[in-house]
C-alpha cells in the first residue's frame, strides 16, 4: 500500500534563512501533489509535479520531483512569515486516483 | 463559482448520536473525497465516490460510517452511533477527472466540517 512521508514534521526557522523539506513515497508514481493548509482553515494547492525531474517555483518556494528516488522536495528560499503554514505533499496510486496524503510539516517561521 | 461546499462547519453530538456531513462538489466536478483529519494529524483518506458510485472505500472503518453521492445533491457522510475518537475535521474534495485518467488530478477542497463528540 502506498505511504507518504514527510520530514521533517515541524520546523521552526528564522525568516531570511533556507530550508526544505523532503517527501518521501513508497510506490511508482509520477505524480506528485502540494498543498499549503493555515491554521483552521482549508488546503489550497501549490505545486503539480506530472514527470521526473520537474521542478516548479513560485515565489520563494521551489518544488521538484524525483520518481527514481520516490522523492520530492519543497525548498524555501529566504523564508518570511508570512510562509508560515502546513505543507502537505500527497501522491496518487497509479491506475485509481486514490490520493495519499503525509503527515504534513508545520512551518513556523520566526520574525 | 461557489467552489466546494461543506455543512454544517461545525457540528456537535453526544456519544450514540448520528453525524451527517454535506458536501456539494465544485460546478462540473464529478468526483468526490472524503479526508480525515485528527489534531496534530495529517489526511487520512477514507473514501474516493463518483455520481452514484463508490470508487474506493478502503479507508473508511467497517462499521458505522458510511458514504454516498447519489445522482440528485451532494455527497453525504454518515457517522452512526458516534464515540469521541470520531471527533475530527473531515474534510471534503472534488475533482474533475477519474479513475486513470492522465495528468494532474487537482484536488480542491471544501472549507472541513468539525465534528466535537461530548
Known amino acids: 500500500e502506498l505511504k507518504v512521508e514527510q520530514n521533517p514534521l515541524f520546523l521552526s526557522m528564522q525568516e531570511g534563512k533556507n530550508y526544505t523539506i523532503y517527501c518521501n513515497y513508497s510506490t511508482t508514481s509520477d505524480r506528485l501533489y502540494w498543498y499549503r493548509q493555515d491554521p483552521g482553515k482549508s488546503l489550497e494547492s501549490l505545486f503539480v509535479l506530472l514527470s521526473n525531474g520537474a521542478v516548479k517555483q513560485e515565489g520563494r518556494l521551489m518544488a521538484s520531483l524525483d520518481t527514481k528516488a520516490r522523492l520530492s522536495t519543497l525548498h524555501i528560499t529566504a523564508a518570511v512569515h508570512d510562509l508560515s503554514a502546513t505543507y502537505f505533499c500527497a501522491v496518487d496510486q497509479n491506475r485509481d486516483d486514490k490520493i495519499i496524503f503525509g503527515k504534513g510539516t508545520r512551518l513556523h517561521i520566526l520574525p | 463559482n461557489a467552489g466546494v461546499m461543506q455543512n454544517p462547519r461545525h457540528l456537535v453530538r453526544r456519544r450514540g448520536q448520528e453525524a451527517r456531513l454535506r458536501c456539494s462538489p465544485m460546478k462540473g466536478h464529478s468526483h468526490v473525497y472524503w479526508y480525515r483529519q485528527l489534531p496534530e494529524e495529517g489526511l487520512k483518506f477514507m473514501v474516493y465516490?463518483?455520481?452514484?458510485?463508490?470508487?474506493?472505500e478502503s479507508g473508511m472503518p467497517k462499521e458505522r460510517f458510511s458514504a454516498e453521492f447519489p445522482k440528485e445533491g451532494p455527497s453525504i457522510l454518515r457517522i452512526q452511533q458516534v464515540v469521541r475518537g470520531d471527533s475530527a475535521a473531515y474534510f471534503c474534495?472534488?475533482?474533475?477527472?477519474?479513475?486513470?485518467?492522465?495528468?494532474?488530478?487537482?484536488?480542491?477542497f471544501g472549507a472541513g466540517s468539525r465534528l466535537t463528540v461530548l
Open positions: 465516490l463518483q455520481k452514484e458510485n463508490i470508487i474506493d
Open positions: 474534495a472534488s475533482s474533475p477527472r477519474g479513475q486513470g485518467a492522465v495528468g494532474a488530478n487537482v484536488l480542491t
